[in-house]
């Protein structure tokens, strides 16, 4: 497995989040790319969406099998990476480049809570480790 961004946080279902003042851009880490195998079809969730950290609002497709993808944090869908529906492979080629949505956060103090409750790489890499 490649190097993982230093400047991205990781939760537990493999989700990774970048974030930029109140929004939150995010993907499928590298691990999860390799356990779903090649990617053939992403639905992302309905801009304007309300979603809950945790939340599932988004489906990958592979040849294996089909995964939801789980919010890092909370907030309103502000963007979503339509040409990624066209091009799915692109999360088998870049998992860390291919983000899939971004998230708006409407509460900041919830955001900042949410955001330490995430991963660091170095901690991602030892949950990794574990599995």
Same mark, same amino acid.
């Given at each position: 497995?490649?190097?993982?961004?230093?400047?991205?946080?990781?939760?537990?279902?493999?989700?990774?989040?970048?974030?930029?003042?109140?929004?939150?851009?995010?993907?499928?880490?590298?691990?999860?790319?390799?356990?779903?195998?090649?990617?053939?079809?992403?639905?992302? /969730?309905?801009?304007?969406?309300?979603?809950?950290?945790?939340?599932?609002?988004?489906?990958?497709?592979?040849?294996?099998?089909?995964?939801?993808?789980?919010? /890092?944090?909370?907030?309103?869908?502000?963007?979503?990476?339509?040409?990624?529906?066209?091009?799915?492979?692109?999360?088998?080629?870049?998992?860390?480049?291919?983000?899939?949505?971004?998230?708006?956060?409407?509460?900041?103090?919830?955001?900042?809570?949410?955001?330490?409750?995430?991963?660091?790489?170095?901690?991602?890499?030892?949950?990794?480790?574990?599995?």
């Amino acid at each position: 497995m490649g190097q993982l961004p230093e400047h991205f946080k990781y939760s537990t279902t493999h989700q990774w989040a970048e974030r930029d003042g109140d929004r939150v851009r995010m993907g499928i880490t590298e691990y999860a790319q390799e356990q779903l195998g090649d990617v053939v079809f992403i639905e992302l /969730p309905a801009m304007g969406c309300q979603v809950k950290q945790g939340e599932e609002c988004a489906t990958i497709e592979s040849v294996k099998t089909g995964s939801g993808v789980h919010n /890092p944090v909370s907030g309103i869908v502000a963007e979503v990476n339509n040409d990624l529906i066209k091009n799915p492979e692109q999360v088998n080629e870049q998992p860390y480049a291919a983000w899939l949505y971004c998230l708006k956060a409407d509460d900041a103090a919830l955001l900042d809570q949410e955001w330490d409750s995430l991963m660091s790489a170095a901690e991602y890499q030892a949950y990794l480790a574990k599995l």
